[in-house]
């Protein structure tokens, strides 16, 4: 089966205060694909990475990073020195066959000014 | 260069009417796909089309057909709504070899 695990629905930080969102997947396929959407309140999906299987090195860009640990099925994004604009929904997903995303159902992410 | 867009943005029905959500891209992408989005549900697939002439049922297909009318078009329509498929869809279209998916703005629908 696959499968997409966001544990924490809602998360509420300080603005500056660093925030890690856990993204826990389950899949059966050696290549796959891990990506993160960024979902602001105006609606749209906003495609911030891509990850594939053969690929552990971590990420940074800017504020954002990941953690990718194939040992644990785990790609963690951690958003440093949070800003208001980064309030919103975070997805994470994983392509199955024929490209079909697998959505987790998102951390809602709320940054207190 | 639009990307994927999709017709209409807001769209109001009676349970048992029918309805069909547009989408299109510019992008000469193969793969198109339609996703509902319901409260603390993530996206879930309803249809997808790997290519011009075909298409495949995903998670949520019950309720739902789907037209893929040629390389750019792919439509979804419900023949009788009801109030369950009260959501927010979203076209998305992928090129071959990158696996990312680029979502069209959205249609809110609501079914009374």
């Known amino acids: 089966a696959q499968k997409v695990t966001q544990a924490q629905t809602e998360i509420s930080v300080v603005e500056k205060e660093d925030v890690t969102l856990d993204c826990v997947y389950e899949?059966?396929?050696?290549?796959?694909?891990l990506f993160w959407y960024k979902q602001p309140p105006s609606g749209e999906l906003v495609f911030l990475i891509r990850r594939n299987s053969f690929d552990e090195q971590n990420e940074i860009s800017g504020r954002y990073s990941w953690n990718f640990q194939k040992s644990t099925s785990s790609f963690n994004f951690t958003i440093t020195a949070s800003q208001v604009v980064d309030s919103a929904v975070y997805f994470c997903?994983?392509?199955?066959?024929?490209?079909?995303?697998?959505f987790g159902k998102g951390n809602q992410v709320v940054v207190i000014p | 260069n639009a990307g994927v867009t999709q017709t209409p943005k807001f769209q109001v029905l009676k349970t048992g009417q029918s309805m069909t959500l547009q989408c299109a891209q510019d992008?000469?992408?193969?793969?198109m796909y339609w996703y509902r989005q319901d409260p603390g549900m993530g996206l879930r697939l309803i249809y997808y089309?790997?290519?011009?002439?075909?298409?495949d049922k995903g998670e949520v297909p019950n309720g739902y057909n789907v037209s893929r009318l040629n390389k750019r078009e792919f439509s979804l329509r419900l023949e009788s709504a009801a109030p369950s498929q009260t959501s927010v869809y979203f076209c998305?279209?992928?090129?071959?070899?990158?696996?990312?998916?680029?979502f069209g703005p959205g249609t809110r629908l609501t079914v009374t």
């Open positions: 997903a994983l392509v199955r066959g024929n490209n079909r995303l697998a």
């Open positions: 992008m000469n992408h193969n793969s």
């Open positions: 998305a279209s992928s090129p071959e070899g990158t696996r990312e998916q680029y």
């Open positions: 899949t059966r396929d050696t290549t796959y694909y």
């Open positions: 089309s790997a290519s011009e002439g075909t298409t």
